[in-house]
């Protein structure tokens, strides 16, 4: 058996992410004070990683940062998760869009989607969710065009991806989805491409934020 490579984020990007999922489960309240100290502490991380973090945090309207003081927790609405797809289906419409133009070589993607199946199959959340996110980045270099790559670096890595315990019960649609996706890149079906990408992103917001009403969480 022939091991393949694994893909892992920055350390930035994933503490980002699970301070994400912590205050969006309501974990960290609104108002709640975090220091650098605390949380580079409870994750086994030095403070460089949390600082950058706290910054992606900021710029996505989760906490409000303190000089010297670490950040305050800001909470989410429902406006902010709209918000946040709405720009990430504008950006990732347009790479699909480019790889329709540029033909790129999709074979890695259709092994992502193989690898998602079986996960899905076994039953395996963890693996599902980071072949979610990989999918969704290996789109990012597809593209050609560095600096939308960026943009949705900076706007787009953890925010609002389904949590592993919400990918559960999401796991076909967002397959499905994805094969989609795939097929109209193939036959550079571009309205297809960007139709399918739209849906997929549009429709996981609209299951998040049914999520937090169904949980009990206030969204204002």
Not at 67 to 90: C, D, P, S
């Amino acid at each position: 058996m022939q091991l393949k490579p694994v893909v892992l984020l920055p350390a930035r990007e994933r503490i980002a992410s699970v301070l994400r999922d912590a205050i969006m489960d309501g974990k960290f309240q609104e108002g709640e004070a975090l220091t650098l100290d605390q949380i580079a502490t409870q994750l086994g991380v030095s403070k460089m990683p949390v600082r950058e973090a706290f910054q992606i945090l900021e710029r996505d309207g989760l906490i409000t940062l303190k000089a010297n003081k670490g950040a305050v927790v800001r909470g989410v609405t429902a406006n902010t998760l709209w918000e946040h797809y709405q720009v990430r289906a504008a950006l990732e419409c347009e790479v699909v869009r480019l790889i329709c133009e540029n033909g790129a070589d999709l074979r890695e993607l259709q092994e992502m989607n193989r690898d998602f199946a079986e996960a899905i199959e076994q039953d395996r959340p963890h693996d599902q969710s980071d072949y979610n996110i990989n999918f969704h980045t290996k789109l990012w270099d597809l593209c050609g065009n560095s600096y939308l790559k960026a943009l949705l670096q900076q706007v787009t890595v953890g925010v609002c991806l389904a949590k592993r315990d919400y990918l559960r019960s999401m796991d076909q649609d967002v397959l499905d989805y994805h094969q989609q996706i795939i097929d109209a890149c193939i036959n550079r079906d571009a309205e297809s491409a960007m139709k399918y990408m739209r849906e997929h992103l549009l429709v996981s917001c609209t299951n998040r934020v049914n999520e937090f009403y169904a949980n009990g969480q206030r969204l204002k």
